[in-house]
């Protein structure tokens, strides 16, 4: 990373053509790899967002050798065999260097030869258009009973991203394929997320919701009322489509085998859309919707009717909340629905696996001590978190975007606003673009809570700094 030279370029390509050299070409190659990008220059002020540690660089910047290495690294991949072309593809996919020609030529292998599936797929999940030809290979895999959870998980990702009318049944295949696999926490809820998240569930709701009523047992109807519950909490997806899935869930509640599909699944997911419903079903009159009721209940951490009689948030005067949820002893696991429930979730992550939506919480109690720590989410405006500036842009197309930078890298600006709503912004669109002094995280967002439910947010959020050290 310290050769950025253009006579270092230079003897690496020649060695590539050199026959002596056979034996350590793959060491040249991947010293061009890694030689494409350079670490960005630092402009003497802070950075516009926390840097990216996925490596090599923590802000990727092209510089004067990287188109030179690109037609190089495009040239070996023209004329290798089908192995090495595999292998170089993966070590550009793990610089991080795109290419339309190694995306094709790694789909046209694994098309001919299903050994080169994982790595098409690996591709093929980390890019946001996917090729038209790579669905059918997708699906696939998808489909394929016996492929890793990696695999399947990563098939999911991509799949997410097209609009084939076949890829939502292929997710819902994977998604009960992987969970059921052993061991595997973290493509299962790398593979849940993109499932829960992707704009196809929106696009083919109507799909999604006849799923969701048809044959109860199949695992694949599980997955479709999982896609309904996210869909139905869902931000911007326009009301008329979260009307016709609530609508649908609606619908379904007055079956009761549907009833105890829907609370077992929003238990397995810890979705709390409907956690009013489940708690009025504790006392139903069929056992089976109790049961289920009540285990969701436990899960979920909704209280039974009149179990928690401690003030809401709202009703106290700041100082007397903050004395208040200072010595209550709360619930870590409420904590943890709480988090959820106030929407914390869509703004802020607490694993270094997720992807990174906004200020990482999972160390917070760190720098904030429980005071403190209350007085952030009571009265966001007080400080700022150190590069979560609120940033006013104002484009050359007459829009204004209000918002927090999640990724500056390029030309290209992330920023999520209010609603939590991602913008991808050319730098060269914009006009003028300012900080403002007041945080992008809303006001009141605990004021429905009780002082119970809120201790324990702050408990849940103490306790993950602690599972840090
Ligand atoms: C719409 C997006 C959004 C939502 C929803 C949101 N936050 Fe935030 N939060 C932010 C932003 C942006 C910042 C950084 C600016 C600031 O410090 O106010 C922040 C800052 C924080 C901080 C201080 C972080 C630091 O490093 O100083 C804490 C703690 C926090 N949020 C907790 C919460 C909790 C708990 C919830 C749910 C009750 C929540 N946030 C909901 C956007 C959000």
Same mark, same amino acid.
């Given at each position: 990373?310290?050769? /950025? ?15 002596? *050299? #056979?034996?350590? *070409? ?10 494409? !990008?350079? =670490? ?56 991080? #260097?795109?290419? $339309? ?14 050994? /080169? ?43 997410? @991203?097209?609009? !084939? ?24 809820? &790398?593979? @849940?997320? &993109? ?48 009307? !016709? ?11 009761? %085998? ?56 709202? %009703?106290?005067?700041? =100082? ?10 709360? %619930?870590? &696991? ?10 914390? &979730? ?17 160390? #917070?109690?760190?720098?904030?001590? @429980? ?35 999640? $990724? ?16 991808? #912004? ?44």
């Amino acid at each position: 990373m310290r050769m /950025h030279e253009s006579d270092v370029v230079e003897g690496l390509i020649s060695r590539l053509q050199d026959p002596g *050299k #056979i034996s350590i *070409k793959p060491h040249l190659l991947s010293a061009l790899c890694r030689l494409y !990008h350079q =670490e960005a220059e630092w402009k003497g002020d802070s950075w516009g967002t926390r840097p990216d540690t996925r490596g090599p660089y923590y802000q990727l910047d092209t510089w004067g050798q990287s188109e030179r290495i690109l037609e190089a690294l495009k040239q070996e991949l023209a004329s290798a065999g089908p192995e090495q072309a595999a292998l170089l593809i993966s070590e550009m996919n793990r610089n991080r #260097i795109q290419s $339309n020609e190694a995306l094709e030529r790694i789909i046209d292998l694994a098309t001919e030869d299903a050994s /080169h599936v994982g790595a098409a797929v690996s591709q093929l999940a980390a890019i946001d258009d996917i090729p038209a030809k790579a669905v059918p290979l997708l699906i696939k895999a998808a489909k394929n009973p016996l492929a890793s959870p990696a695999v399947l998980s990563q098939s999911i990702a991509g799949l997410a @991203r097209t609009r !084939h009318s076949s890829a939502l049944n292929a997710m819902l295949t994977a998604m009960s394929t992987l969970q059921n696999a052993e061991g595997s926490d973290k493509e299962q809820a &790398a593979g @849940r997320s &993109a499932f829960l998240g992707s704009a196809l569930l929106v696009d083919q709701h109507e799909q999604l919701e006849k799923l969701a009523a048809e044959d109860l047992k199949s695992p694949a109807a599980k997955w479709a009322n999982a896609g309904l519950l996210a869909l139905a909490g869902r931000k911007n997806i326009g009301p008329e489509i979260t009307t !016709h899935v609530r609508k649908a869930i609606d619908l379904g509640w007055q079956e009761a %085998d549907r009833r105890v599909l829907l609370m077992n699944t929003a238990a397995l997911l810890r979705n709390h859309y409907l956690d009013a419903r489940i708690q009025a079903s504790m006392n139903d009159f069929d056992p089976d919707i109790a049961d289920a009721a009540k285990s969701a209940a436990r899960r979920l951490r909704i209280p039974a009717p009149g179990e928690d009689n401690t003030s809401k948030i709202g %009703d106290l005067t700041p =100082e007397k909340a903050l004395e208040q949820v200072a010595s209550f002893k709360g %619930d870590i &696991a409420l904590g943890e629905a709480v988090f959820l429930r106030a929407a914390c &979730a869509t703004c802020h992550t607490v694993s270094q696996d997720q992807k990174q939506k906004g200020p990482y919480l999972g160390n #917070i109690a760190n720098t904030y001590r @429980r005071n403190d720590l209350a007085l952030s989410i009571l009265d966001p405006n007080k400080t700022i978190a150190q590069g979560f500036a609120t940033n006013f842009l104002h484009l050359k197309d007459g829009r204004e975007l209000t918002g927090f930078v999640v $990724n500056e890298a390029g030309d290209q600006v992330v920023l999520r606003d209010i609603l939590a709503q991602e913008h991808n #912004i050319e730098k060269r669109d914009i006009q003028e673009r300012r900080t403002l002094e007041t945080s992008i995280m809303p006001e009141g967002l605990m004021a429905g809570f009780s002082v119970k439910e809120m201790a324990s947010l702050l408990d849940y959020l103490e306790n993950l700094s602690s599972d840090d050290e």
